[in-house]
């Protein structure tokens, strides 16, 4: 009992320290001043700033009630424990082993330290190499995806999608908006490899196929990047038919053509040409802000440079079906055999071990996730 109560105490200081480099006591006085914001009569005459004002609040809200109420529930096991009743020891340690594991969980938010880790995230996913197989690869990874953006309470809105005649995407790119989204989800950037007894070969043959995920950040004011328009190459068109059903089907698709580097953006989700064609250029000048950042770091061209083509040996992660069940991530070494939840949206743990990975803590991350 008594090494129980020591090892809640260690718990309980490590929570405290997290919570003084989350500096959580600042963010109270955050909330505090947007909810000074938030009262005043003219808060609302501009609804889009203040549903933004709003957001702001209620997320910082959770995140301090949050660790107010697990640092109650340690204290508690604490106290519960300094009582050295050696009928309640089992019971406590099973407890505390859930309380570790929530830490564990709780304490993933110091990892996002980067500029816009709190922004939304662009995602693009494109079939590689493979043909029906990558197409139908892509379509699983935009499920795997959005399953997890839908367990993490995120909002996911498509904004453009090429799908194939046969089967599944060539490609498609959507926004994610949630606590943290583009922190989550950077380390998915790269390419992935599926391994499986494709379901399209009358012969039952393994195949090898590839597709190409993109993350960048949603910057939040791109007012100030500016781009020649003579630079721009503008294209309508419908977007009905195939990768837009959904949609209405007049000339509102956008896709705009930065001539220069030759990045593309498509827009096809929004009721009118203009609202595509406003949404394709933030996502554009997003794109044009993110190229010049790498530049900053390495001699680099192209947007898709770091992660060169969607082919054999450049894959991040492999994802074995047959013969065996695994997914390996190549950057950390992480893997797991179940690679039906991984595909079902159970993909935080390898974007935890990049992080940690990155920051050089991918000792502690694999000794606290062995089995």
Not at 21 to 30: E, F, I, R, S
Not at 111 to 116: I, P, Q, R, S, V
Not at 128 to 146: H, I, K, V
Request: some cysteine; proline content about 2%; overall charge negative.
């Amino acid at each position: 009992m008594t090494d129980l109560l020591k090892s809640i105490q260690d718990l309980r200081v490590k929570i405290l320290d997290t919570w003084r480099l989350l500096d959580l006591d600042t963010v109270k006085t955050q909330i505090a001043a947007l909810e000074i914001q938030m009262s005043a009569p003219a808060f609302w005459n501009d609804a889009e700033q203040a549903q933004k004002v709003s957001k702001e609040a209620a997320e910082l809200r959770q995140e301090v009630a949050d660790w107010e109420e697990f640092v109650k529930e340690v204290s508690e096991l604490q106290e519960l424990a300094g009582l050295g009743d050696a009928a309640m020891a089992e019971d406590l340690g099973d407890k505390f082993v859930q309380a570790q594991a929530q830490f564990s969980k709780m304490e993933f938010a110091t990892l996002f330290a980067g500029e816009y880790d709190k922004d939304p995230a662009i995602v693009a996913i494109h079939a590689g190499s493979g043909g029906t197989e990558a197409q139908d690869w892509t379509q699983m990874l935009t499920r795997m995806y959005m399953r997890y953006a839908e367990k993490k309470g995120w909002r996911v809105t498509v904004l453009w999608e090429s799908r194939a005649e046969d089967v599944g995407l060539k490609s498609i790119t959507f926004r994610v908006e949630g606590r943290w989204a583009y922190g989550y989800l950077k380390s998915e950037a790269g390419v992935h490899r599926l391994v499986r007894i494709s379901p399209f070969d009358a012969e039952k043959m393994r195949h090898t196929t590839f597709a190409l995920v993109e993350v960048i950040p949603e910057l939040e004011d791109v007012a100030e990047i500016e781009i020649d328009p003579k630079d721009l190459r503008i294209d309508t068109f419908m977007s009905g038919g195939k990768g837009g059903q959904s949609v209405n089907t007049t000339y509102s698709a956008v896709r705009i053509v930065h001539l220069p580097t030759n990045i593309s953006v498509s827009c096809q989700n929004e009721r009118s040409q203009q609202q595509n064609k406003e949404t394709a250029m933030k996502v554009l000048k997003s794109k044009l802000h993110q190229l010049a950042l790498k530049a900053k770091e390495q001699e680099k061209s192209d947007l898709r440079g770091e992660y060169q083509s969607a082919e054999w040996g450049n894959q991040i992660r492999s994802y074995v079906l047959h013969p065996y069940k695994l997914v390996k991530d190549h950057r950390t070494d992480f893997e797991t055999t179940d690679a039906e939840g991984v595909l079902e949206g159970e993909v935080e743990p390898f974007m935890e071990a990049y992080l940690r990975h990155a920051l050089g803590e991918t000792d502690r991350f694999q000794e606290a996730n062995k089995e």
